[in-house]
């Protein structure tokens, strides 16, 4: 196809993932890649640096919203970050030491395992009443804003389980290209037990620092195309700003449900991929 | 700190979207009957990589230098809030979670170095 329609399409399906990225915590990388890959027969490690691109783009478009709300809570961002960095480290010296096909299968399977979890957050959880003693060492405890008035103060659970699992994001993140919200979000709902605004908010602003760690070795390797990144990024940015505005209109429980099916749709494509190997080089 | 984070975010987008998309438009106003073909990564791209070669480009006006400049502006922003927040919890006076930042901004400017 031409590079207009080509670079025209790609715009739209940038946008539509800004949009469902900023609502869930996803990076939207975790659906832009599969698609690019099979829907538009985009080499992987373009794709994965096309979606590095959109996560940085989203990290950064969406927390402008969330942090003048106040949702974010950056002390357990940043702690559960360094996990995320450690981890992103290991993974990317992976990328070159597995084949493209296994890298799908991977992938495909990750899909499965965020399609699920993205279906499992429930918001009528009790909320905590206990912190754990690292959160009250490190005084990560926080408040979030309530819809009409006044804030609503949180409590912070299971410290050192939440940091693990983001080590293991952080290797998927640099091995896939993606932001691996769905385990950061993991991380912070079920394990920390935090509101879900405020999960969804840190989690959209540190994918984009995980996500540079990996960025720098992509560009080296010239995995970074530009034109395909042109039409990603904008699209991403105008979708996850859109997004991030919608947050508290949204019926979640709609969009939680059809991000699950749509993200099953791609895994079940992409394992089924790499377990031909018609992507290997 | 919030807020001021917020707004390095807002305006670092902002340069880097008007970059990416005024590189965009200008390629696209070239090249936009050609057949894309992105099946194989291109070996030339691997040239086209280093900072140098980039600032050179954009200053020439060349739209692939011109989103290349944006790209890194969108990199950029990511190690300023970094600093932004060691800068801040050094204030505050909170010497772990700016060790912290400070880690993860020694990781991410020095891994494009590390040969793996």
């Known amino acids: 196809m031409t590079l207009l329609i080509f670079f025209s399409l790609l715009f739209c399906i940038s946008y539509i993932a800004g949009i469902l990225g900023a609502l869930t915590g ?99 959880q009790e909320p905590a009443t206990l912190s754990h003693p690292w959160a009250i060492a490190m005084q990560l405890e926080g408040k979030y804003p309530l819809p009409i008035s006044g804030m609503q103060s949180y409590k912070v659970q299971k410290v050192p389980l939440a940091w693990v699992i983001m080590f293991i994001a952080g290797i998927l993140s640099s091995l896939l290209g993606i932001g691996s919200g769905a385990l950061k979000v993991l991380a912070m709902d079920q394990a920390m037990r935090l509101p879900y605004k405020v999960a969804t908010a840190t989690s959209n602003f540190i ?40 947050l508290h209109r949204i019926d979640t429980q709609i969009l939680r449900l059809i991000f699950s099916i749509v993200i099953i749709l791609l895994a079940i494509q992409m394992i089924y991929q790499g377990l031909l190997g018609k992507l290997s080089m | 700190m919030r807020l001021v984070i917020s707004r390095l975010l807002f305006i670092g987008m902002l340069i880097s979207f008007i970059l990416i998309v005024t590189g965009g438009l200008l390629y696209l106003s070239q090249h936009s009957n050609d057949l894309v073909d992105y099946q194989h990564v291109h070996k030339q791209a691997i040239l086209l990589s280093s900072l140098t070669t980039v600032l050179s480009g954009a200053i020439a006006l060349s739209p692939i230098s011109i989103i290349q400049l944006g790209l890194v502006v969108l990199f950029f922003i990511q190690i300023l809030r970094i600093i932004l927040m060691a800068w801040f919890f050094a204030k505050e006076k909170s010497l772990l979670f700016c060790g912290m930042s400070l880690f993860i901004l020694f990781i991410i400017l020095t891994t494009p170095f590390w040969h793996v």
């Open chain 1, 207 to 246: 994918i984009g620092i995980t996500a540079a760690v990996s960025v720098g070795i992509y560009f080296a390797r010239g995995y970074i195309d530009p034109v395909l990144t042109c039409s990603v990024m904008s699209g991403v940015l105008l979708g996850s700003v859109t997004g991030a505005k919608m």
């Open chain 1, 26 to 124: 996803l990076g939207g990388g975790i659906v832009l890649t599969p698609i690019l890959v099979t829907l538009l027969h985009i080499d992987i490690y373009y794709a994965m640096g096309a979606s590095l691109i959109a996560v940085m783009t989203a990290s950064s478009g969406t927390s402008i919203a969330y942090l003048n709300k106040g949702y974010t809570n950056l002390r357990i961002g940043l702690f559960l970050e360094t996990g995320a960095v450690i981890g992103a480290l290991i993974g990317a010296s992976l990328i070159t030491m597995l084949k493209p096909n296994i890298i799908t299968g991977i992938f495909g399977m990750v899909l499965l395992v965020s399609a699920y979890l993205t279906w499992y957050r429930r918001e009528d």
